[in-house]
């Protein structure tokens, strides 16, 4: 396997050296458009099946030549999603594989916003299924850890724990504690802000619907001594996942961010520092949330600051394989000392790349095969896990036999 890594930063930077470990491929040359910074992480590692060149996410036609060029059968998209469309056309264009962590960006509905869906998340990949699987390509989407590994868990749920499900509730936080910054995201702060400010996603009975940012507070209970922590409605691609393929009542994602951080988003909306679009300052052309993103640390380096622990999962309720009613909450815990002492990357980017790998090792051996636009939930869960476990980074899974939604 050769493999066009597109992305040197945060959670790219993690893929070579978790890739690094493995020998299920042949190579991986690492794209971004600072050739210098692709450079920096095949240098790090040292390795001869690693090798850099400067790239233009956003060009399809230079990513089809690329591809060509570099003789890379599949791709692996580590940019942010503004980049998906033209990355996914160029791997279906040069009869390349495809993978991606973050799946084509949504458009609200224009009058009814909070209520209706408009162009939902992965609306524009879906809709080139059939041509991928004319040409017998797979674009395997969402499969990251959050989407990803939580669309894995609830594959494994349904199959081995469950007769029937009720609810499926992806549930992300942490502890985590930034030192020496009064504000440093862990993870892009260009994605947070599309999939925090967006309006959350919701399937129900059915059909999916939208509420408002940040609706429906809980406080979730998360294991390994995280503890309990509020997690808020955001939109998410899990919710837009699941339902095609596992039978649900209702599937929701909600995300830990904390009082603090959701006052700073509402702040940048207010002051339109969230828009993606590009305005004028003194002669020269700019996104504010480009702007807001340059300010702020690149998570990638923040790891020696960091201390505490992350935990992606999901919890599932339903009627159990022996008729009794059950609720379980399936769970990956990282540390962030444990992961700077082992990779030198920062628990959360390392969390996020960890997972591609294990997917693109599966594919390599022909543990998981197919044609067409598919997410984690169309293959086998089990060889997943078990690969991930190889890979020194166990799962769990915990009885709720105490509830672990507590009131807001």
């Known amino acids: 396997m050769r493999i066009l890594l597109v992305g040197a930063g945060g959670v790219g930077s993690a893929v070579v050296p978790i890739a690094a470990r493995r020998d299920f491929f042949e190579h991986i040359v690492v794209a971004d458009s600072q050739q210098d910074r692709a450079a920096a992480v095949v240098a790090r590692i040292a390795d001869p099946r690693f090798s850099a060149i400067g790239l233009d996410a956003s060009d399809r036609v230079a990513v089809e030549a690329a591809l060509t060029e570099h003789r890379c059968d599949v791709l692996f998209n580590a940019v942010d999603p503004r980049f998906t469309m033209s990355l996914f056309e160029a791997a279906l264009n040069a009869g390349a ?97 599309e ?111 960091m201390r505490g622990k992350t935990c992606a999962g999901t919890w599932v309720k339903g009627v159990g394989k022996d008729g009794r009613p059950r609720e379980v909450y399936l769970y990956h815990v990282v540390d962030n000392e444990w992961s700077m002492r082992e990779y030198g990357c920062q628990a959360v980017v390392w969390q996020t790349a960890v997972h591609p790998v294990v997917a693109l090792e599966l594919l390599a051996t022909g543990a998981w095969s197919g044609t067409g636009v598919l997410g984690p939930e169309a293959f086998d869960a089990v060889p997943f896990l078990e690969l991930l476990t190889a890979y020194g980074s166990p799962w769990g899974m915990r009885e709720q036999t105490a509830p672990a939604l507590l009131s807001a």
């Not at 700073?264 to 300052?281: E, S």
């Open 97 to 193: 594989h495809y993978l991606d962590m973050a799946m084509s960006l949504s458009r609200p509905h224009p009058r009814r916003p909070y209520e209706l869906t408009g162009v939902k998340l992965g609306d524009e990949q879906f809709a080139l299924g059939e041509a991928w699987r004319e040409r017998g390509g797979l674009a395997l989407v969402g499969m990251g850890v959050e989407p990803g590994l939580a669309d894995v868990f609830a594959r494994y749920a349904a199959e081995h724990l469950f007769e029937s499900i009720e609810e499926i509730g992806i549930r992300d936080g942490s502890n985590l504690v930034v030192e020496g910054y009064e504000f440093a995201p862990t993870f892009s702060i260009w994605t947070t802000i």
């Open 195 to 305: 999939e925090c400010l967006n309006p959350p996603v919701v399937w129900e009975d059915g059909d999916w619907h939208t509420t408002e940012p940040f609706s429906e507070p809980e406080v979730f209970d998360f294991p390994e001594g995280i503890g309990p922590v509020e997690c808020v409605n955001v939109e998410h691609e899990e919710v837009l996942l699941v339902p095609r393929y596992i039978d649900a009542r209702r599937v929701t994602f909600k995300y830990g961010l904390g009082e603090e951080f959701i006052g700073v988003l509402k702040t940048l909306h207010k002051l339109g520092l969230d828009r993606a679009g590009k305005i004028k300052v003194g002669g020269v052309e700019t996104s504010p949330r480009d702007v807001v993103a340059a300010s702020l640390p690149d998570p990638a380096t923040l790891g020696d600051r």
